[in-house]
């Protein structure tokens, strides 16, 4: 779909030419057989496992790669049905994308991770912890976890999907550019990210945006039950006495004048925040 478009030759020569970043490709099977694809680089514990949002691929994280495989394991991976990993999936929950990490996690035999998810990425790196007992010393959301007790109503979902439904292309492109930046964002940034989101096939969209609906947000993170932490940006408000009701430990970090993609938006200021939150997790493991 993407292609690693992202990246760009820059990107990959920076990570070939880094002592200790070398970057490797690699391709695994979720647990319904779809085949999974993955870049590993770096060395070091933990392992930071990066998870991407809706519509996104692992490209997403290109300002965080070369930062963080200074010092740790890295791996971006491409959940099914998005970058380079195969389409096939009957149906897309957040289960079963959380197995899709819990399976690159195990690949690679890793035995300390941190995983981190952005957007929807949140709760799949929370659904993949149970799944990897005595692995995973935290999850870390990226501007996710906001309103995790709110239930929207049946009629509001609906008036959400039925733009994807009717033209996904335009109803995407118009969702992202309306809801996700902040008025003074990068043009530039804006239209690249709504072009490149709506590119995703639209049964992979529409379907696990519909699965994400259905979802209790919640009990995937009563069941996580390893410490939780986020970088939110401010755009969004995030009940954060909600999210300790169902976490073992919580804690978040907010960066403002940001949107939705703020490691894209602000990678340096971002690259800090997280940096920071991965130290309090290893100290306090």
């Known amino acids: 779909m993407k292609q690693l478009k992202l990246f760009g030759l820059t990107t990959l ?28 680089s770096g060395k070091g514990e933990p392992a930071l496992v990066f998870v991407h949002g809706w519509c996104c691929d692992r490209t997403y994280w290109e300002k965080q790669v070369p930062y963080f495989a200074k010092h740790y394991n890295v791996v ?23 197995e ?40 870390v959301g990226i501007d996710t976890f906001n309103n995790i007790e709110f239930k929207l109503p049946e009629e509001q979902k609906n008036m959400f999907l039925a733009p994807l439904r009717e033209d996904f292309v335009k109803g995407t492109q118009s969702f992202i550019k309306m ?57 969004f408000p995030t009940n954060v006495e909600a999210v300790k009701r169902h976490t073992t430990s919580f804690d978040i970090k907010i960066l403002p004048k940001t949107g939705h993609f703020l490691m894209l938006e602000k990678p340096a200021e971002f690259n800090k925040l997280l940096h920071d939150t991965v130290k309090e997790l290893v100290k306090g493991e």
Request: glycine share 10%; with cysteine; net charge negative.
């Open 76 to 98: 971006a991976l491409d959940l099914a049905g998005h970058g380079e990993s195969a389409l096939g999936r009957k149906t897309y929950t957040l289960q079963a994308f959380g």
């Open 13 to 40: 020569l920076i990570l070939l030419i880094i002592p200790g970043t070398l970057l490797h490709g690699g391709e695994t099977e979720s647990a319904d057989g779809v085949a999974i694809k993955y870049e590993a």
């Open 179 to 235: 809801y996700m930046f902040t008025a003074d964002a990068d043009p530039v940034l804006k239209e690249k990210i709504a072009l490149d989101m709506s590119s995703a096939p639209p049964e992979v969209g529409i379907g696990a945006m519909e699965e994400m609906f259905k979802d209790d947000i919640a009990a995937i993170l009563d069941n996580a039950k390893v410490p939780v932490r986020c970088v939110n940006a401010d755009q």
């Open 100 to 139: 899709d990490a819990a399976a690159v996690v195990k690949a690679l035999d890793l035995k300390k991770v941190i995983l981190i998810g952005h957007s929807m990425g949140g709760p799949i790196a929370a659904a993949a912890a149970p799944l990897l007992p005595g692995r995973v010393i935290g999850v």
